[in-house]
């Protein structure tokens, strides 16, 4: 699938990307939607390359599958199930049929559900039986964590809500050290998952309902869930009133449009909610629209499939160098790795190349400090993805801002020119150096450079801008899953370590002994135990 295009880029191997790096090149790889710039300029691609890897998507029939998801068809195949988060920002387009009924005036009315529940726990007419809500905790994993959790950190500017937590981890130290900074009567407890079965979540909520319990009389009626198990919210208490569901249509790792993203609506209010709505909206309908060449998410995609499958770059790094986006590449890990982490394609076969990428990051400048020695003179190729707004929302501090931004172009251009040892040599003769020492000192300084990086510049971390980028991300990892023919919207591989830890439970606590279980596991089970497990 990939032959011609390796077989180009040895080709071209020994160019430069700063060499043709100009203004008509900036231009020529480099795509807009509204006010966002995508600036692919400083990569390998070229204009035989790009029109190659345009042509894998008519060869994938990439147009088809997306069409097929956005009409409601069971795309997610391992599953028997349609694949429509687009259906839950759809604030004003035509009908979205599954199996023979159409879902938007359901998912309109969960919204409007939702808008009045959030209005209501933040106008305090909604309140605990100690007063007005203070404190908002959700208890989920996965998606029904990493989305709300990362937004309601990226858009804290927004935020004039009650304070939200998230807790995630069944490890007891996350919920205790959650619950020992709020009141229990004053706090909302927002049970998310998808299913109500995840043993982190539950061990999680009953904890939290236990703790409540303590302090107010009636603690259920300080829960809310969101999950599409109705069934199960009922049994755990949750009044249906307080139950925002949703459909198996939903990908966990896709949720957060939709009742999932309850605590961001809490903390922002519905309104700028909506924006963000919008703005993945404004995505879906570009990605629906425009050409391949012109299209954000297909050539975000490209660029990814260029550097894992053609260049062989197993990492991709996401640096924002927007402190508030923090929490993106931990929520990228799971939306990327978990959707196109395959070695199967659909039909059951092995799959002919790489699958996708390890997404790693930290934002900019705090990497600088730490991992970047390794992008810049390592021996590996970490191919980089640099996000940056023209404004944050600290006026005063603009100065700061600026600062920021020049660490960020920074980076890129050090990344793509490098220093060659010449230079490196006449910095070293500068400061007095000479003879072998000279050499050996220039040659630690010495930047390869040519290394790739994109950048995605947006103006301000709004609410809409926010929900662009979400959309961009997921339509990007779509294409890259369509192109490898792989089954995006399944996790199977989340499975066996549930089942093992299950199976594992009653040996850590004493009532089974370890005699199945391999050595090492043997031994680290009489270690733990020996020492208080
Ligand atoms: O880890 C697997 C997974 O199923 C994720 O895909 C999902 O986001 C997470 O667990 C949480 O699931 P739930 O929302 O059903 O609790």
């Not at 755990?236 to 569901?245: A, H, S, Y």
């Not at 590996?380 to 020049?406: K, W």
Request: charged share 20%; glycine share 10%; hydrophobic share 45%.
């Amino acid at each position: 699938m990939f032959s011609e295009l390796k077989s180009h880029h040895a080709g071209i191997a020994g160019r430069r990307i700063a060499d043709s790096c100009d203004g008509a090149r900036a231009r020529a790889f480099s795509l807009s939607l509204g006010e966002m710039l995508f600036d692919y300029s400083k990569t390998g691609i070229d204009t035989a390359a790009r029109d190659m890897l345009i042509g894998l998507l008519d060869a994938a029939g990439v147009a088809a599958k997306r069409d097929a998801m956005f009409a409601g068809r069971p795309i997610n195949e391992t599953e028997g199930r349609a694949v429509l988060h687009t259906a839950l920002r759809n604030l004003d387009g035509g009908p979205v049929m599954v199996d023979g009924v159409d879902v938007i005036p359901g998912v309109r009315a969960t919204l409007a559900r939702m808008e009045d529940f959030a209005d209501q726990v933040r106008s305090g007419t909604f309140a605990g039986q100690g007063g007005a809500i203070t404190d908002v905790v959700n208890i989920g994993i996965g998606g029904s964590d990493l989305g709300p959790a990362m937004a309601v950190r990226a858009l804290a500017p927004y935020h004039d809500g009650p304070r939200c937590h998230f807790v995630s981890n069944v490890d007891p130290a996350d919920v205790a050290a959650v619950l020992r900074a709020c009141d229990p009567a004053t706090t909302l407890v927002i049970v998310a998952s998808k299913t109500f079965t995840t043993i982190e979540t539950m061990t999680n909520a009953r904890t939290a309902k236990a703790w409540m319990g303590q302090a107010v009389t009636d603690p259920a009626a300080q829960f809310a869930a969101l999950s599409t198990a109705r069934d199960k919210t009922a049994a755990f208490g949750i009044d249906p009133e307080r139950v925002f569901g949703f459909e198996d249509w939903v990908g966990g790792r896709y949720s957060m449009w939709g009742p999932i993203g309850l605590s961001l609506m809490i903390a922002i209010g519905p309104d700028a909610f909506r924006a963000f709505l919008r703005g993945a909206q404004a995505m879906d309908d570009h990605f629906r629209a425009a050409a391949w060449h012109e299209n954000m998410p297909a050539m975000l995609a490209l660029v990814g499939l260029w550097h894992n499958q053609v260049c062989g770059h197993a990492t991709r790094a996401v640096l924002p160098y927007d402190n508030n986006l923090a929490r993106l590449p931990a929520y990228l890990q799971q939306l990327e790795m978990e959707s196109n982490g395959k070695g199967v394609s659909m039909d059951g076969a092995d799959l002919p190349c790489d699958s996708g990428p390890v997404v790693w990051g930290e934002p900019g400048t705090n990497g600088q400090h730490a991992f970047y020695q390794l992008i810049h003179q390592g021996t590996r190729i970490v191919p980089c993805e640099f996000l940056i707004a023209a404004r944050g929302h600290e006026d005063a501090l603009h100065h700061q801002h600026q600062l920021l931004i020049a660490n960020c172009l920074a980076q890129s251009e050090a990344l793509m020119r490098g220093r060659s040892f010449d230079e490196a040599r006449a910095i070293m003769a500068a400061k007095g150096l000479t003879g072998a020492e000279l050499d050996r000192q220039a040659r630690h300084r010495v930047f390869p450079g040519n290394r790739p990086s994109v950048t995605l510049a947006y103006p301000q971390l709004t609410p809409y801008v926010l929900g662009q980028i979400i959309a961009l991300y997921e339509h990007r990892v779509f294409v890259e899953g369509a192109v490898l023919g792989i089954n995006s919207y399944d996790q199977w591989g989340v499975e066996l370590g549930k089942e093992l830890a299950t199976a594992l439970q009653p040996v850590i606590e004493g009532a089974r002994d370890a005699a199945d279980k391999d050595g090492s596991t043997a031994q680290l089970v009489g270690y733990l135990r020996k020492n208080g497990a």
